[in-house]
């Protein structure tokens, strides 16, 4: 037994541990709980894949005993998550490969957790969040009762309740694909103190969506025109890509502000989070995506 790995995956356990306590037990910093992936992939470089296999246990059995079920096979499916990640970093995949991979077997492991607390333990994650999407709105109705436009702001809230559940998918799918990349990016920058160097996703600036994506938000728009009820496939296909397009055409704001205008980087993120924040500006960034999705408006500007 190598000493060096075995001191290092034991030190990544218990920084994994300590995260996801905290996170639990002190909200403001819940975010920790999400970073989970990072130790467990370093253990699976820096030792190997059986230490992060016995790491990513331990996180779930310490999660049994200190905090609840549901926390942890939450807490053993970001554990496995870094321990795919650290798999195909030493196995010296590209950045993009990683992404996706990674991303395939998470979507998976959530519909697979979500079925196991259901089977074993009959929790229904789905029905806890729908439940908690109709306690926020209820007591927001609360709130506005008295107020004259009051069924005004009923059928609102209840419009934007009704888009929420049938958006519930592609909200998960962004979020662990957020977390991937934020947890890539940290361990990127780990490794790299370490002397260990992995494939670098490329800056922002040069994001773009695939060509094939277009023909398919154009093909889901077109089936729930057409369509006489709500499509839950084809809103959810609509709202990933929607979100796809705004970042990419926010990359080709980026792209135009710094290698063409040589704006300073307080600049650039100042307009580039003024274009975001407006609801007209962040539409006009999707069709602006779409576009260089289908025509590369980057060549046009070298």
Not at 135 to 154: C, D, G, R, V, W
Request: aromatic share 14%.
């Amino acid at each position: 037994m190598n000493a060096r790995k075995l001191t290092n995956a034991a030190m990544m356990t218990a920084m994994a541990v300590v995260m996801t306590l905290i996170g639990v037990y002190f909200p403001p910093l819940f975010i920790l709980f999400f970073l989970v992936p990072a130790p467990i992939a370093i253990t699976c470089v820096r030792s190997s894949e059986s230490y992060a296999i016995a790491a990513s246990f331990a996180v779930f059995i310490v999660n049994v005993i200190f905090t609840d079920i549901g926390t942890a096979f939450t807490s053993l499916f970001f554990a496995l998550q870094g321990l795919v990640m650290g798999y195909l970093i030493s196995k010296k995949r590209k950045a993009s490969e990683i992404i996706i991979d990674t991303s395939i077997f998470s979507i998976l492991g959530v519909v697979i957790v979500f079925y196991l607390l259901k089977i074993a333990f009959n929790v229904n994650v789905l029905d806890q969040f729908f439940k908690a999407i109709d306690m926020t709105t209820k007591n927001a109705l609360t709130i506005y009762q008295e107020h004259p436009n009051f069924s005004s702001i009923k059928s609102n809230l209840l419009s934007l309740e009704k888009m929420i559940k049938i958006t519930l998918p592609a909200s998960i799918i962004i979020t662990i694909l957020a977390i991937i990349w934020i947890n890539y990016i940290l361990i990127c920058k780990i490794l790299k103190t370490q002397k260990i160097y992995m494939d670098s996703l490329p800056p922002f600036e040069e994001w773009k969506m695939p060509y094939i994506t277009g023909w398919i938000f154009i093909i889901a728009l077109l089936y729930q025109y057409f369509s006489k009820q709500p499509n839950p496939i084809a809103i959810n296909v609509i709202a990933l890509l929607s979100l796809g397009f705004t970042l990419s055409g926010l990359a080709l704001i980026k792209y135009y502000l710094t290698r063409k205008l040589k704006m300073k980087s307080i600049g650039v993120a100042f307009i580039l989070i003024f274009l975001l924040l407006f609801p007209l500006t962040s539409w006009l960034l999707a069709i602006v995506g779409i576009a260089d999705t289908s025509l590369d408006l980057r060549k046009y500007m070298s």
